[in-house]
């Protein structure tokens, strides 16, 4: 009988720490869990504030104002003659045009508007400059120190009306090395030592992006002009970081895509 209850007690104790053993393996378990279940917690919300963080930084660099100013869209009519034509600002940003276009590059002579919309259409820039305002301008003071007479300017815009060059197929343009006959002389500003600097200043950009041109102009409000199609931006100087920023924002972003 004493054997028996010996039996029982040594039985009973083996449950009991059986029992007890799992007792403490779920007691392990459940802290492990909530361990887990704190660092889930703790990635989660980290992930929860570099997307918030991402989105923030993403939506204020999408909402940075672009360089220069919006001008209304004035048209995308082809005539080989634009007399007559109004344009929306000085110089134009778009509107009736020629069917063809100038190619980049650095242009000797003035060219008529009817071919440099075309460009800004394809997502040309244009930087147009006049060396009438370097006579009396920051500029020449600063860094020519030149001080030469302003002469009184010529509206080329209202002068290169007609296309001078024929078509030769669908796909059209001049350039650099071929370009249209030259219909007004350069005035003697732009042949100064002062205007040459400028100009080899503002051809530096021709490097920065594909489709840009820079060109002469008279009668503009300023030494240099920034034109893409719709938008325009005008410098007192030749602003790098200003211009830059410019060609970058819209650059090959015409209305019509086009390869070239």
């Given at each position: 009988?004493?054997?028996q209850n010996?039996?029982?007690s040594?039985?009973?104790?083996?449950?009991?720490r059986?029992?007890l053993?799992?007792?403490?393996e779920r007691?392990?378990?459940?802290?492990?869990?909530?361990t887990?279940?704190?660092?889930?917690?703790?990635?989660?919300l980290?992930l929860?504030?570099?997307?918030g963080w991402?989105?923030?930084?993403?939506?204020?660099?999408?909402t940075?104002p672009l360089?220069?100013e919006i001008?209304?869209?004035?048209?995308?009519?082809h005539?080989?003659?634009?007399?007559?034509?109004v344009y929306?600002s000085?110089?134009?940003t778009s509107?009736?045009?020629?069917?063809v276009w100038a190619?980049?590059?650095?242009?000797?002579?003035?060219i008529?508007?009817?071919?440099?919309i075309h460009?800004?259409e394809?997502g040309?820039v244009?930087i147009?400059?006049?060396?009438?305002?370097?006579?009396?301008g920051?500029?020449?003071?600063?860094?020519?120190?030149?001080?030469?007479?302003?002469?009184e300017?010529?509206?080329s815009?209202?002068l290169?009306?007609?296309m001078k060059v024929?078509?030769t197929?669908?796909?059209?343009?001049?350039?650099i090395d071929?370009?249209?006959?030259?219909?007004?002389?350069l005035?003697?500003s732009?042949?100064?030592?002062?205007?040459?600097?400028?100009v080899?200043?503002?051809s530096?950009?021709?490097?920065?992006a594909?489709?840009v041109?820079?060109?002469?102009r008279?009668?503009?409000?300023?030494?240099?002009?920034?034109?893409?199609?719709?938008?325009?931006d005008?410098?007192n100087?030749?602003?790098e970081?200003q211009?830059k920023?410019?060609?970058s924002a819209f650059h090959?972003r015409?209305?019509?895509?086009?390869?070239?």
């Open positions: 009988m004493e054997e010996g039996e029982m040594e039985s009973f104790s083996r449950r009991e059986r029992k053993f799992k007792e403490e007691e392990k378990e459940a802290k492990v869990g909530s887990k279940g704190i660092g889930k917690w703790v990635i989660g980290l929860i504030g570099a997307l991402g989105g923030y930084s993403l939506f204020k660099g999408s940075s360089p220069g001008v209304p869209d004035a048209g995308r009519d005539v080989t003659d634009i007399y007559g034509v929306t000085n110089p134009p509107g009736t045009h020629f069917p190619k980049p590059g650095v242009y000797d002579r003035f008529s508007d009817g071919y440099l460009s800004m394809h040309y244009i147009w400059y006049d060396c009438s305002k370097l006579s009396s920051k500029f020449v003071r600063e860094v020519y120190a030149h001080d030469e007479p302003v002469e300017a010529t509206d815009g209202e290169l009306m007609h024929t078509p197929d669908e796909m059209s343009w001049i350039t071929d370009p249209p006959e030259e219909e007004i002389p005035p003697e732009f042949k100064t030592d002062s205007c040459k600097g400028l080899s200043q503002l530096a950009f021709t490097k920065a594909k489709r041109i820079v060109v002469p008279m009668n503009l409000d300023t030494l240099v002009a920034l034109t893409a199609w719709g938008r325009i005008k410098l100087s030749v602003d970081g211009i920023a410019f060609i090959n015409g209305p019509e895509q086009t390869t070239e």
